[in-house]
């Protein structure tokens, strides 16, 4: 059974305890896990501190933190179809998608590290004669990162490439559901020749791992991708400590199909913005709102599109869509499926979990039109659409809002003055019009209400991990006038 180690303060260490990891293709453990707790935590938090204020790190100008995060980049491209078969085999997660993914991981690493020498500060137009004031960014400080197992590399990657840039430092918790690549990424990050104590990465349990991060008193700012109920913990634990967050959570995102749409094209999408990665996207497309006059005909495409998905081993490249990566998560997804069609919802295709062993479950599409089903409210995180249709814009409108999320959605659509009105009107963090699942390292990305707050992507990711100080320097050579009158 292969074995992983963690990686603390430039060394790969074995954690305080090990656990094994499963393949959700076959239920069976295939490697075994360091796990860290309470104390491994501490000692990852302080050498990122350690290496925060002292050493080589502070001293190294922007441009040459920009060329050891170019460097990184080269080495994610040169060892991406290793990540992407350690990513497949401990989550599940297709190979033909994490090899692309991976890939374009680089890319992120490459922008990240053109920005390092540009984040400026700026001269400010004082109102007083004899001062000359500006600004400066400086790192925030010791930064958690605590990553999710879908898109780990790719969710860790928009967290650990603009902290590094600004000069940070971080502790990097990968899930303990599937946390292979990014262990073995920190062997990259090693070569690549950060200094020790720069990036650390972990992994372990909530209670003994996750909690002590959030909460260390070295900890300045908390960036976490996850499920909102977690996020409400990693709150909680930053009042300890004051550290800021960023907080990248679920969704329950819209998809917006009008009549005149190319819906060859949008069924194309839509089988994208759910069936990919099995579901287990954050952004997933899960409510399909489509205009009631093609409704019977849009579903029919959709429907023979979903029960031709090819299902099969994650490692297959013909396979499209794998299992979840845990029997938890599949269980979860048929209560769901089970709620909602006791509310009234039909099943059009799927829904049910299949014989055979592995964390399996079908392309499944729920008619909920004129029901309250639970299915149009409450995050799948699996291969499984919820329908329902409208007559008018205004409708279409108000059923994309009926939701406590607002990460993303998609409007397709001919018109190009009804896109205007639907890009103004959602509430979510991204909308994409005629596409959708398109990401960019230079295109922000996040949301609003329980989705969550902050930014990854883009140069605003990179001042979210600094703090502005502000200087004073008295240019008069006169003595200082009367020292009770603020100046």
Known sequence: MRGFQAYIDGAFTEGEARFASLDPATGEAWAQMPEAREADVDRAVRAADRALREGEWPRLTASARGKLLYRLADLVAENAQALAELETR????????????????????????????????????????????WTRREPIGVVAAIVPWNSQLFLAAVKIGPALAAGCTLVVKASEDGPAPLLHFARLVHEAGFPAGVVNVLTGFGPSCGSALTRHPLVAHVAFTGGPETARHVVRGSADNLASTSLELGGKSPFLVFADADLDSAANAQVAAIFAATGQSCVAGSRLIVERSVKERFLAILKEKAERVAIGAPLDMGTEVGPLCTR???????????????AGAR??????????????YPPTILDCDGTSAPALAEEFFGPVLSVVSFETEGEALALANDTAFGLASGVFTASLTRAHRLIRGIRAGVVWVNTYRAVS??????????????????????????????????????????PFVMR
């Open 347 to 360: 099943v059009l295709a799927g829904g049910r979990v299949p014989e055979g062993p592995g964390h399996y």
């Open 441 to 482: 390292p230079i295109a922000p990305f996040g949301g609003t209400k329980l989705s969550g707050h902050g930014r990854e992507g883009g140069l605003a990711a990179a001042l979210d991990y600094t703090r502005t100080k502000t200087v004073w320097l008295r240019t008069s050579d006169d003595p200082i006038p009367d």
């Open 90 to 133: 401990d989550t599940g997660k297709i190979i033909r998608e994490t090899s692309a993914q991976i890939a374009y991981v680089a890319e992120y690493y490459r922008y990240y590290a053109g920005l390092a020498d540009k984040i400026e500060g700026a001269v400010l137009p004082i109102d007083k004669p004899d001062m000359e004031v």
């Open 328 to 342: 938890r998560q599949r269980d979860h997804i048929q209560a769901l499926v089970d709620r909602s069609t006791a």
